[in-house]
């Protein structure tokens, strides 16, 4: 942890990449001073948290003032549960799609 908060001090614009499956060390990643994003891998398939899972986890980063992105591939609920679910204030949802089907399915969701 002292070289994290060493790094994520002396950079303007320091984030961190997380997946699913680190949330157990989430606590420790936020006591890092200066650290004021994160990215986070959502994969249901890896055995993390399903959306209602990592909700939480999500709302804890946000609670602490921090940046938020969340890349994955989502279903129209999941996607729809993260909007309504989480701040707006800070965040980016990086939507990873394999279809163009898919962008017009949530592009009312995302209010575009």
């Known amino acids: 942890?002292?070289?994290d908060?060493?790094?994520a001090k002396h950079f303007a614009g320091s984030f961190m990449h997380l997946h699913s499956t680190s949330m157990?060390?989430?606590?420790?990643f936020l006591e890092l001073e200066g650290l004021q994003c994160f990215e986070v891998n959502y994969?249901?398939?890896?055995g993390g948290p399903d959306i209602k899972g990592m909700v939480p986890y999500f709302r804890k980063?946000?609670?602490?003032?921090?940046s938020l992105i969340v890349r994955g591939s989502?279903?129209?609920d999941e996607f729809r549960y993260l909007i309504d679910s989480l701040d707006p204030r800070g965040l980016y949802i990086y939507i990873?799609?394999?279809?163009?089907?898919?962008?017009?399915?949530?592009r009312p969701i995302a209010g575009m």
């Open 96 to 106: 990873m799609v394999e279809h163009m089907q898919e962008v017009e399915t949530l």
């Open 5 to 7: 908060q060493f790094l």
């Open 61 to 66: 980063f946000q609670e602490a003032d921090r």
């Open 1 to 3: 942890q002292p070289v």
């Open 74 to 76: 989502f279903t129209l």
């Open 43 to 46: 994969e249901v398939g890896s």
């Open 24 to 28: 157990f060390i989430l606590d420790a």
